[in-house]
């Protein structure tokens, strides 16, 4: 028989668990911008920015397969509501508070799986600016709405950072000056995340043992983006078509990342 | 609801699996066993035509949606694209083209979201004869017939193609013109005599294939009771090319239908 004391137990030994598997992962920034939202990230290997519905995308950090899983989830939710009522009856708040939530809360909380290990940013195109919202949901079906800027992060911490590098959110940004914002964020969020992994990132591997302070963030990134690559999901606004979903190529990220610091 | 990958991608299955009627079987037994009348309740899209040119595929249709003798509605859009790449005409059952229409737009935004790269030519081929052939049981009772023309731009061999189907679901690919509707037997002939006597329709421009469509489409008028023609509202066309699709504007209709009004001899 469970105790309340097991029960607290085991809960904290899956949080535990679940927490550590995302420790590592890398940060997401969701940003508005003028002409839309933006989910910009870093990756190693695996494509991490992707499109769920006409005007939803979404992005996380935690197991593959789980990702995988709350991916299918949310697009087949999206189609078929799409489908059987309207297109316009597909919302984050619905398919993030209502499906999602609910299925990773049962998920998290029964001791005979292992749990989902998972934090996703979902973002949403409104249909005027000031309906556009993100959703960062957790794997213990808690999910938080933000407006403006949002970032996952692999702790509370680093997103705390992150949020504070973000500064205040701006409808007017252009997509380029949005993305380089992002970077920046996501910057603060990765050293944090480092910083707590070794406790010092200043040892000998690290390419910051010999930099200022101001040079640091510069280097970080540099060093992060030889392992691996920008990734920018774009939801357009003012795109005649539907599908507003783009994944931005290389050549604008180049140039991008070119007027940085 | 975290373990979705029996049905990843495929809508028809999703459908199947929550017991939505679109796609019930070949075969499935109904509640009423004979012909229900419905021809006086249900809309029916009457005459769709699509020609080839130089550039694509052009797609033009009439505007009339008809109920028996009565006309339900003169503004129907029987041209509809269904992505970037996919034009779909329609004549029959309205109910049920506008079912497979919002289907086919679903399932192929589904599948690449899902894989992460569009559906194949052949799969957009497959899924719409899937939808035609479930339509069987419905249509042999005198429901929901309904018969699609598919125009496409195809990249690979840099063509527009178009492909039409018959009431069980097989596709056919034509190398110059499709039609569908209740118009299209009538004119069916006229398509090869302007093969034969003017010249192939994809060697057109695309103001000669519109100018050759428009007439078919006033032949079809002429010859059958139910199509609307032009002489009260203008068509529709649209266009696919390796740019996507376009509306031809109403304005070079309108400059095409008056030069053929001078032109014929009534």
Request: charge should be negative.
């Amino acid at each position: 028989m469970y105790t309340p004391f097991d029960i607290n137990e085991a809960i904290g030994h899956r949080k535990d668990f679940v927490e550590a598997g995302l420790r590592s992962g890398s940060p997401v920034v969701g940003i508005q911008c003028d002409e839309g939202m933006l989910l910009v990230t870093i990756r190693r290997s695996q494509r991490k920015v992707y499109e769920i519905y006409d005007r939803q995308m979404f992005s996380a950090i935690g197991r593959q397969s789980d990702i995988e899983n709350v991916r299918l989830s949310a697009i087949q939710t999206a189609h078929q509501e799409g489908f059987e009522r309207s297109p316009d009856d597909v919302s984050l708040h619905r398919l993030v508070g209502f499906a999602l939530s609910p299925a990773l809360k049962k998920a998290f909380g029964d001791q005979m799986y292992v749990p989902v290990v998972i934090r996703a940013l979902f973002a949403e195109l409104g249909r005027t600016p000031s309906g556009d919202c993100f959703f960062a949901l957790n794997y213990d079906g808690e999910y938080r709405q933000y407006t403006g800027v949002a970032a996952i992060a692999g702790s509370q911490r680093a997103e705390d950072k992150m949020l504070e590098a973000l500064g205040q959110p701006e409808q007017k940004l252009s997509r380029d000056e949005a993305i380089r914002r992002a970077l920046k964020g996501w910057v603060a969020g990765a050293r944090d995340q480092i910083s707590i992994a070794s406790d010092d990132e200043r040892d000998l591997d690290s390419p910051l043992r010999m930099v200022d302070e101001v040079d640091a963030d510069r280097v970080f990134l540099e060093d992060e983006l030889k392992f691996g690559a920008l990734e920018v999901g774009f939801l357009q606004r003012r795109d005649k078509q539907d599908a507003r979903f783009h994944l931005l190529n290389g050549d604008v990220l180049d140039k991008v990342i070119s007027d940085l610091y | 609801m975290l373990s979705p990958t029996d049905a990843a991608g495929s809508l028809w299955k999703l459908l199947e699996q929550s017991g939505h009627p679109f796609t019930r079987e070949f075969g499935a037994v109904r509640p009423a066993d004979s012909h229900v009348g419905a021809g006086s309740v249900e809309t029916h899209g009457t005459t769709v035509i699509a020609v080839k040119f130089k550039d694509g595929v052009i797609a033009v249709g009439d505007r009339r949606a008809t109920a028996n003798f009565a006309v339900m509605y003169d503004k129907a859009d029987k041209v509809l694209a269904i992505d970037d790449t996919t034009l779909l005409a329609i004549s029959g059952s309205f109910a049920r083209a506008m079912d497979v229409v919002k289907y086919l737009r679903t399932s192929f935004k589904l599948f690449e979201r899902t894989y992460l790269q569009p559906m194949s030519l052949e799969g957009k081929l497959t899924e719409l004869a899937r939808v035609v052939k479930a339509g069987i049981p419905d249509a042999l009772q005198g429901i929901g017939g309904f018969i699609p023309i598919l125009a496409t731009f195809d990249r690979e061999s840099n063509e527009g193609r178009i492909f039409f189907y018959d009431g069980m679901g097989a596709r056919f690919e034509s190398t110059e013109f499709g039609a569908a509707g209740s118009g299209s037997m009538q004119i069916r002939g006229v398509f090869d005599y302007i093969v034969k006597t003017v010249k192939p329709f994809h060697q057109m421009t695309r103001d000669e294939a519109l100018t050759q469509a428009l007439l078919l489409l006033d032949i079809a008028a002429d010859l059958d009771a139910a199509t609307g023609g032009w002489a009260k509202i203008m068509p529709l066309a649209r266009t696919i090319t390796v740019n996507g699709i376009e509306e031809v504007p109403e304005e070079t209709l309108k400059t095409i239908i008056e030069q053929l009004d001078r032109s014929i001899s009534r």
